[in-house]
């Protein structure tokens, strides 16, 4: 392997422990980067749950009217845990990108989170936000999208440095408690069928029918010279054998084919049951591009049973 890419939310720092955060991701990262050595990289390109690690730096970069491109490189001194993550993927060479990374000729990769910002209108439930034609890194960045990450991190930026991290903490607690509550709500009647149909909702109606669109939004608003854009944040990956035609080519022959990396996270309500087609949402998906072929989607994990997979949540 030449070069891994850790495609965002490499650390969980929604839920107001980055403590318990580093803890849990330092032996992965220590091991990932003994065993692509010092002639291997990797490029960190932070996302929307770990965005805390680049926030400050952005915030300081649109404060002086400092461009962001598509690819701006993002020092790793930009936060102390930054550069702590940066060390521990040692002896590999580290780079940081922000939002995304050239991969190849006419190859893009980003997180995604910016496609959050257009699935009010994707969706259709809620009219149109109606953005300009052309939008900038910057623009996105002042205008995140409607989930609560987001909205936790525009309160965050809106606040001084020493409260900002305040309103991540609180932020944090209450998903806490709404994580603790699941496993009592999940014993209520009916809640086997509600979650789904919220699960059938989120397949359906914001994956496949608001979010692809929405990412294709992005790369056209942002013009990305790309014929092909790899993302993640949604979870699902893809293009799957028995996807639908056109599922990952929403704008036609005029915009860039898709490809999603997949969760690295044992969803139950999302994941399919064994028998039930391809499972798009267990953990373990990738893509992998190589030189003269096309970038595809694998999973890494096929052969581990759910069971390993699900631990103790």
């Known amino acids: 392997m030449d070069r891994l890419v850790l495609l965002g ?17 330092r032996p992965v990262l220590t091991t990932l980067g003994r065993a692509i050595g010092s002639d291997g990289q990797v490029v960190v390109v932070p996302g929307n749950h770990d965005h805390a690690l680049i926030r400050r730096w952005i915030g300081e970069r649109l404060a002086g009217k400092k461009p962001l491109g598509l690819t701006t490189q993002v020092p790793r001194a930009a936060s102390p845990l930054l550069e702590e993550l940066c060390g521990w993927l040692a002896p590999a060479s580290v780079e940081v990108r922000y939002p995304g990374v050239w991969l190849g000729e006419g190859i893009f990769a980003m997180h995604g989170h910016y496609g959050d910002r257009h699935l009010l209108s994707a969706i259709s439930l809620w009219g149109s936000d109606d953005p300009p034609q052309q939008m900038s890194v910057a623009d996105y960045e002042r205008a995140p999208g409607g989930d609560s990450g987001a909205l936790t991190e525009a309160v965050a930026k809106a ?3 020493q409260m900002a991290d305040g309103v991540e903490l609180g932020a944090g607690l209450l998903r806490q408690a709404m ?20 699960a059938l909702v989120v397949e359906q109606g914001i994956h ?3 979010f ?29 054998a028995d996807d639908p035609d056109g599922m990952w080519t929403p704008a036609g022959s005029e915009g860039p084919k898709l490809l999603n990396t997949g969760s690295w996270v044992y969803d139950s309500a999302l994941v399919r049951p064994p028998g039930a087609g391809q499972n798009g949402y267990r953990p373990g998906g990738a893509v992998i591009v190589e030189d003269g072929r096309a970038p595809r989607s694998i999973d890494l994990l096929g052969g581990v049973a759910d069971e390993l997979l699900r631990g103790t949540a």
């Open 9 to 25: 939310d490499t650390l969980e720092l929604l839920e107001g422990r980055p403590a318990a955060a580093r803890d849990a991701a």
């Open 159 to 161: 606040m001084p440095d």
């Open 179 to 198: 994580l603790r509550g699941l496993p009592v709500a999940a014993k209520l009647p009916g809640a086997a069928n509600l979650a789904a149909a919220a």
């Open 208 to 210: 496949r029918r608001a």
């Open 212 to 240: 692809l669109p929405a990412i294709a939004q992005v790369s056209e608003r942002l013009e990305i010279p790309a014929d092909t854009v790899i993302f993640g944040h949604i979870h699902r990956r893809g293009p799957l």
